[in-house]
């Protein structure tokens, strides 16, 4: 697939928010993707899908640098933030992952109280001076992450005690916290029972208005319904991007019209 | 073919094999009425009019199995791509030869009425040629849609050209007659009315190619065919 180079004008225009130019992944001597080149765009939701082990995690992982983690991780390729190359000299993992916020797959509150979680960010960022400052980050993460009503009387209260819908709720608070400018999410619902999943997706929906997301899903329904770019990823290779109606309706791809209509898994 | 690889859910499998099956088996019975409708009007033949306009019924109802088959498909299966643009060119099918069996039918009610007072031999002929070639195109239509045959579906759908320009003719012909013989005016309006229903019948059967090209590429097929009916404008136009 061709996509042209960065251009410069996009990204000032702010329509391309990360640019990913022929990224390749290995874990130790295993390639994991294969000359990824992807535009995520501004105030949109991409979404990934793929078959497991098709490489799509791997890839939302690289946007925030989640495989530096990883001893045995490579990544080639270059992957500009904003027209920045995030692997550049100047820049430092933890306030990348500030700008780039991550949630994942099953809840995961640290085991201290509700507003702790959504404090923790800002706190070791700096971002709030006063009490009252952190208190206000605190209740407006909470508010965009559609948990402030259920919960605004126990704030003191353990994150772990709130049931699985609620947790990963905070869990996008917290993420939220520290105003990222793109989220990521990796199967953000698969843990979750079909009312939880219906606020998350309605909560992805206002999230845009603020940040890019860039969803993985395994629920090809999630991606149509929550995503305006859906991309299709198979044995580490990016196969096709198109805009979420065609790639539903008439995807160009015989691949990935064998895996939409549930013919290769 | 239409259904060229299996799902990984067999039962999908079944469910649009059975949708399909309902489809061809609907398509067989307006052929047949489309077929018996005119060899009752070339054979004055009542009873066998009778028959058409009661056989519609079933049709009917096999219309209604259909849409009920493909929304529960639709809302069962949640089906993606080439497989939910075939369910929706069947439901747009079925409807399409709904209304060509009431076509056939109208063709037989009228046959009932001719029979009174028969028009001229040589009128009723050139219906029966005219019938023929919307027969083959219904079933060239069926065809290119269930053997996914893009370059079949737009043949049928340049044949329309074709079945129009006919139409004007016979009904040049019609005024023709009735001129002449101002005794068979009643019979042959009724023969013009079957012309325009068999005219009809041809663009459904275009509309049948249509949704074949929609379900096979995703788009509808842009409309190039020039419009050669003018059957409608003949009138004024020999005023002048």
């Not at chain 2, 209604?64 to 099918?93: K, W």
């Not at chain 2, 893009?150 to 005024?175: M, N, T």
């Amino acid at each position: 697939m061709e996509i042209s180079r960065i251009s410069q004008a996009d990204v000032q225009n702010g329509a391309i928010k990360i640019a990913a130019r022929d990224v390749c992944v290995y874990y130790a001597e295993e390639q994991a993707l294969y000359n990824v080149s992807l535009d995520i765009q501004d105030t949109m939701v991409t979404a990934l899908i793929g078959p497991s082990g098709c490489g799509k995690s791997t890839f939302i992982r690289c946007l925030n640098r989640m495989n530096d983690t990883i001893e045995t991780c490579r990544v080639e390729g270059t992957i500009e933030l904003d027209g920045v190359d995030i692997h550049g000299r100047n820049i430092d993992p933890v306030q990348l992952r500030a700008r780039v916020g991550m949630v994942f797959q099953k809840p995961n509150p640290f085991p201290k109280s509700i507003y702790d979680n959504v404090a923790y960010g800002p706190r070791i960022h700096g971002l709030a001076d006063t009490r009252e400052e952190l208190d206000g980050i605190v209740q407006l993460s909470l508010e965009k992450a559609a948990l402030w009503e259920e919960v605004k009387d126990r704030l003191h209260a353990p994150g772990t005690g709130l049931s699985g819908g609620q947790q990963q709720r905070l869990c996008i608070a917290r993420a939220i916290s520290t105003r990222p400018e793109l989220l990521l999410m990796d199967e953000p619902c698969s843990a979750l029972d079909p009312i939880a999943t219906s606020q998350i997706e309605e909560l992805i929906g206002q999230l845009r208005e603020s940040f890019s997301v860039v969803i993985v899903t395994h629920s090809m329904q999630q991606a149509a319904r929550v995503s305006q770019k859906t991309a299709f990823f198979h044995l580490g290779s990016l196969v096709e991007v198109n805009e979420t109606e065609a790639i539903f309706t008439n995807p160009q791809d015989e691949r990935t019209e064998s895996y939409i209509t549930g013919r290769i898994g | 073919m239409i259904l060229d690889s299996k799902h990984i859910n067999s039962a999908f499998d079944e469910d649009l094999d059975r949708l399909l099956t309902q489809l061809m088996t609907m398509g067989g019975l307006v052929e047949n009425a489309i077929r018996e409708s005119s060899r009752a009007l070339i054979n004055l033949d009542t009873e066998l009019a009778e028959s058409v306009i009661k056989d519609d019924h079933r049709i009917d109802l096999i219309q209604e199995d259909i849409d009920m088959a493909a929304v529960n498909c639709i809302a069962l299966r949640q089906p993606q791509a080439r497989d939910l643009r075939m369910i929706i060119a069947v439901m747009r099918i079925s409807n399409a030869l709904e209304r060509c069996a009431d076509h056939a039918k109208n063709t037989a009610k009228r046959t009932s009425a001719i029979v009174e007072a028969p028009p001229l031999t040589e009128t009723i002929a050139s219906l029966g040629r005219f019938s023929k070639l919307v027969q083959a195109l219904i079933k060239d239509s069926l065809d290119c849609f269930i053997q996914a045959d893009e370059s079949k579906a737009r043949d049928v759908i340049a044949r329309d050209h074709e079945i129009d320009q006919i139409h004007s003719g016979l009904f040049r012909e019609y005024l023709t007659y009735m001129l002449e013989k101002p005794s068979i005016i009643t019979s042959t309006m009724h023969l013009m009315f079957i012309a325009k229903n068999i005219e009809r019948i041809s663009d459904h059967a275009t509309a049948i190619a249509e949704q074949a090209v929609y379900m096979m590429t995703g788009h509808l097929p842009e409309d190039e065919r020039p419009k050669n009916d003018d059957a409608a404008y003949v009138a004024s136009a020999d005023q002048d």
